[in-house]
């Protein structure tokens, strides 16, 4: 178990309406060199976020203290590109623990759950109601049902739910993960590999 | 079989699976996993910590690459981070019985590079690697895609991942390229048609004989791009060409167990009438020489062409405008004149010998454009050692250029090979997003030929008006 577990979330959001936003513009890849998981939250969308000389850019979202919450809403096509953890590791630490589109890359999908994000694919129509919600109030809540698989615009009551397959529910619900239970299976691993080709 | 027809990918992917969970993932068996110093560390840790070991260390190979420098590779890595990245590296296979090719070893190089150029990539095999381009050993007909840390770790564990089993893609081309066509412009073609994220979800097969009639390097360009369109991975059926450039490589299978290999290899194909979820088809009279204009990969065209309006393009207005300011462009102008500043040829795209032959085969009897800054990084070693032997080198030297040490290098700029803020490159790497050669660089992606013809005439330039 190496992540908080997952069940109802109910927050503010930050919205982010670009489509594509790759795992190179989440963490570019100088921030790459730890040989620990530290300090990754600081250099969430690093060149969005600051200008050269480190000082914030005043246009960019999360530098704008109207927004904030533990949900992150991006456009169509999230974490395209490069496998890096590191960009899941980034959003995590920062403090998301959810984060929504109409699509998302698969890489960056497979890797959110991992660490303990849950990522929540909306239809375009949805999204697009959240942000219109979160534009006329910034302190709009959205709440995150991963029992029911819902997400909720609570202003309004407009719902949708989301997929998410049996295992990887029951994983983030109780915080725990693949290793876990790939540990519990060893012996019909061993078994395996000594039939194995290769 | 012949009432249940399977894909390929089906036949490589069923024989793997050791579990099947309910309403879950399968657990699949893992042939080979490729290690770098980036994304590794973090799963040594993580073993650690959970007090568990390596079970089958002879599966895993690991290379130095991401962050090694490419001059001077025998002086002491200079930033303190990379350098910690590469002794960790270097420790953590010591320490779990790894086979480690790190800097200064014959055989280091590219991870995507150094392992078929080995043999260590076989048809039919399942191949894992934190880094998305592992795609690329699908030429080989073998499941090969790009994993996240906790993944590594899960594999350096158990051996296994748990993931779902795609959807299938069939893309076919057919027909004959024109002159200065290459792969990498059949690939960005393909995917500046399906955009970058036209096959998330899906595993692709590559079909029709053009990737028939393509050399192995060829198909590596082509599987290696698969991801910039969302695919998990890409293959292609393996045949005559395959077994050939397999045989006799260090790690391959010899005597008996060569032909038990190839009798099993030899049935790694598609079956007449399998169903795919998707299918395209694609005529190679219609592709051009490639190059891209925007801010991801599907954001490519015809050379000759000019750059499209958003309504054209598709896909959001304001993310398309974000792209074109970035790249300080505009819709409807022609790409042929522009001014290019540095050209980088190498990566686990472009970096294999037939890039520079083809690299070579521009330039020679031109000279390098002044006010070009040219890198010129093989993909590994053997490379770097083939282009000395074929007087590549030479070539390159008159014609003005100079041959650096192997690495990932421009592709990500992770070591000092970074673009300028606001210059513009002609590269033969995998991504154009922005930042990805350095903040702010502005990168065209194209094949070795375009690339070629940029560096010695200082602007984007048709390479086929250069060629006789
Ligand atoms: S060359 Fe580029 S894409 Fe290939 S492995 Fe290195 S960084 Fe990744």
Redesign the pocket.
């Known amino acids: 178990m190496s992540y908080d577990n997952f069940n109802i979330l109910r927050s503010t959001a930050v919205p982010m309406p670009i489509e594509n936003v790759d795992t190179d513009q989440i963490i570019p890849?100088r921030f790459l060199k730890a040989t620990e998981r530290k300090g990754f939250g600081d250099n969430l969308f690093r060149d969005w976020r600051y200008n050269n000389d480190n000082t914030p850019k005043k246009d960019f979202i999360l530098n704008n203290p109207v927004y904030s919450g533990k949900i992150l809403v991006g456009g169509k096509n999230f974490g395209s590109g490069?496998s890096r953890e590191h960009a899941a590791w980034a959003i995590y630490d920062y403090g998301f623990r959810c984060v929504v589109s109409s699509f998302f890359a698969d890489i960056f999908k497979n890797n959110a759950i991992n660490v303990g994000i849950l990522p929540v694919q909306v239809s375009e129509m949805f999204l697009d109601k959240i942000f219109t919600a979160i534009e006329s109030d910034p302190g709009t809540e959205l709440e995150v049902n991963l029992p029911e698989q819902t997400i909720t615009i609570l202003a309004t009551k407009e719902k949708e739910s989301f997929d998410i397959n049996g295992y990887k529910k029951n994983n983030l619900l109780n915080g725990y993960d693949d290793i876990d239970y790939l540990q519990s299976m060893k012996a019909d691993i061993r078994s395996f590999a000594t039939v194995s080709l290769y | 079989m012949s009432n249940n027809p399977t894909t390929l990918f089906d036949k490589v992917w069923n024989a793997h699976v050791v579990r099947k969970i309910e309403d879950g993932p399968d657990v699949l068996f893992i042939d080979r996993h490729f290690i770098?110093e980036v994304t590794s560390p973090v799963a040594f840790l993580g073993l650690e910590k959970r007090g568990l070991s390596v079970i089958f260390p002879e599966r895993t190979f690991a290379t130095a690459?991401?962050n090694t420098p490419t001059l001077n590779q025998h002086l002491p890595v200079n930033d303190p981070l990379s350098a910690n990245q590469l002794k960790a590296l270097e420790a953590n296979s010591g320490k779990y019985g790894i086979s480690h090719w790190g800097l200064g070893n014959p055989k280091n190089g590219?991870?995507?590079v150094v392992g078929p150029e080995n043999g260590i990539t076989q048809p039919g095999m399942t191949i894992v690697c934190g880094?998305?381009?592992t795609s690329?050993h699908g030429a080989f007909g073998c499941i090969a895609f790009g994993i996240g840390t906790s993944e590594v770790e899960m594999v350096l564990s158990s051996q296994c991942i748990m993931q779902p089993k795609a959807k299938k893609m069939r893309i076919s081309v057919n027909g004959s390229l024109g002159k200065g066509i290459t792969p990498k412009d059949v690939i960005l073609y393909i995917i500046s048609r399906l955009t970058a994220a036209g096959a998330t979800g899906y595993f692709v097969e590559y079909a029709g004989d053009v990737f028939e009639n393509m050399s192995m390097e060829g198909r590596m360009t082509v599987c290696?791009m698969s991801i910039e369109m969302g695919a998990r991975g890409g293959m292609i059926a393996p045949d005559e060409k395959t077994f050939s450039y397999i045989k006799g490589k260090e790690k391959a299978p010899e005597g008996e167990a060569w032909d038990k290999a190839l009798a099993y290899w030899k049935t790694l194909k598609t079956d007449e009438n399998a169903v795919f979820d998707k299918e395209y088809h694609f005529d190679a009279k219609d592709i051009e020489p490639m190059i891209t204009y925007g801010t991801n990969p599907g954001m490519g065209m015809g050379i000759t062409r000019q750059i499209p309006t958003a309504d054209e393009a598709g896909g959001g207005k304001a993310s398309f405008e974000k792209s074109l300011n970035y790249m300080g462009f505009h819709e409807k102008e022609k790409m042929l004149g522009k001014k290019v500043d540095y050209v980088f040829i190498?990566?686990?795209?472009n970096?294999r010998i037939e890039d520079f032959r083809a690299f070579a085969s521009i330039i020679k009897g031109h000279k390098k454009a002044d006010h070009v800054t040219a890198w010129i990084v093989p993909?590994s070693h053997l490379v770097e050692q083939q282009i000395r032997e074929e007087g590549i080198l030479d070539l390159l030297l008159e014609a003005g250029f100079q041959l650096r040490q192997p690495?990932?290098?421009a592709?990500?700029a992770?070591n000092d090979d970074k673009i300028p803020a606001g210059k513009y490159a002609v590269s033969t790497?995998?991504?154009n997003f922005e930042g990805r050669q350095g903040p702010g660089a502005r990168t065209m992606l194209a094949s070795p030929l375009v690339a070629a013809a940029a560096a010695i005439t200082g602007v984007v330039t048709d390479p086929r008006e250069l060629m006789n």
Request: hydrophobic residues 20%.
């Open positions: 890849a490069s | 770098h690459d991401h590219i991870v995507h880094d998305s381009h690329t290696n190498g990566s686990c795209t970096g993909g690495g990932c290098s592709c990500l992770m790497s995998n991504r």
